[in-house]
């Protein structure tokens, strides 16, 4: 009797282990998007960058049902989670509902959506990390031929979270440059294009520009290669000097800025999905996933700037400075470099 109740007992408790081993499949899910993202920038890091720091983040993750922060203020009681750690860093996760609103770290709340940024947070001077994970990509019908959807959201992982890595030059010049903008009510990366997207003349200036940046990128000859990319230089400066007068002077510095942020984000994300120990995508394909339909402007000219400039100078050169405190534009990037 006393063997069949010890047997019984055993029996109980070998169950209740095995059913309290047993993940949420919510929680794998996260875990192994984490550790996709967080190793796709440690390869690029190390092998790209030639960067060994990771500059302080606290991440926010989200699906349909469930948040998953770094931050005490974005979730202040929750489950605790073995979640996925950058380089030498290690966090705190915590997992809880969100019931359709997410806190941020700066206390801020906004509704879950396809909301993927970087920000920094006024109250600690410390970036914050936003993202949904894969399973909220695809429930939202979000595809990408060329380059398969769970590549996709790897890429703009590396795009935003590269733009948290920028808060020591980056950061500090945009919130300069936010002040020069006061007119303006709309300060994103797109302000550009939302105030001259309608000037059909502007438009095709702009156009021109881009289509020659990325011709030059593809040009084998290297004096035509360097006509062609001074050429598109030009058309840059002048259509600044013309357009960008009386009370949109303000947006010459501000186009340059964000050519060059969007651009490397553009290239961070370009340079993984093409590298053999990332997504191993050939080249061109990249380029057509990358680009997207041409939609966004700062993004399409601004990665065209750093193909070119990654054949004249290997990013190991700039991007310490990128991810540092040194401000260049990658216009003068590359006219440094192809003297």
Not at 2 to 22: E, G, M, P, V
Not at 226 to 249: C, D, E, V
Request: glycine share 6%; with cysteine.
């Amino acid at each position: 009797m006393k063997k069949l109740l010890y047997t019984i007992i055993l029996c109980i408790a070998t169950q209740h282990a095995s059913f309290s081993q047993q993940k949420d499949p919510a929680d794998t899910a996260f875990i192994n998007a984490g550790n996709q993202w967080f190793n796709a920038w440690k390869l690029l890091s190390k092998e790209i960058f030639h960067v060994n720091k990771v500059q302080p983040v606290d991440f926010v993750f989200f699906d349909s049902q469930y948040v998953y922060a770094t931050s005490p203020v974005s979730i202040p009681s929750g489950a605790n989670i073995n979640g996925p750690s950058m380089m030498n860093d290690t966090y705190l996760w915590k997992k809880t509902l969100h019931n359709g609103t997410i806190t941020l770290p700066d206390s801020s709340h906004v509704p879950i959506g396809l909301i993927s940024f970087a920000a920094e947070n006024k109250i600690n001077n410390k970036a914050f990390f936003v993202m949904p994970l894969p399973s909220f990509w695809k429930s939202a019908g979000v595809t990408s031929k060329e380059l398969g959807l769970e590549n996709m959201i790897t890429g703009v992982f590396l795009h935003e979270f590269s733009h948290s890595q920028q808060m020591q030059n980056f950061g500090k010049r945009i919130t300069a440059l936010e002040k020069f903008s006061e007119p303006f009510s709309n300060f994103t990366d797109d302000i550009v294009q939302d105030f001259f997207s309608k000037d059909s003349l502007y438009t095709s200036l702009f156009r021109q520009e881009v289509d020659e940046l990325y011709a030059a990128a593809q040009e084998k000859n290297k004096a035509h290669k360097k006509q062609l990319i001074q050429q598109a230089m030009s058309k840059i400066k002048a259509r600044q000097a013309n357009y960008f007068t009386g009370k949109y002077t303000a947006f010459t510095p501000i186009d340059d800025f964000f050519l060059t942020m969007e651009g490397l984000g553009q290239y961070a994300m370009y340079a993984w999905l093409k590298h053999a120990e990332g997504a191993n995508i050939p080249q061109e394909q990249v380029i057509t996933g990358v680009r997207r339909g041409k939609k966004q402007w700062s993004q399409d000219e601004g990665f065209a700037l750093f193909l070119i400039l990654e054949q004249y100078a290997p990013a190991r050169k700039w991007a310490p400075g990128m991810f540092g405190t040194t401000i260049e534009s990658a216009t003068d990037l590359i006219l440094k470099n192809i003297k």
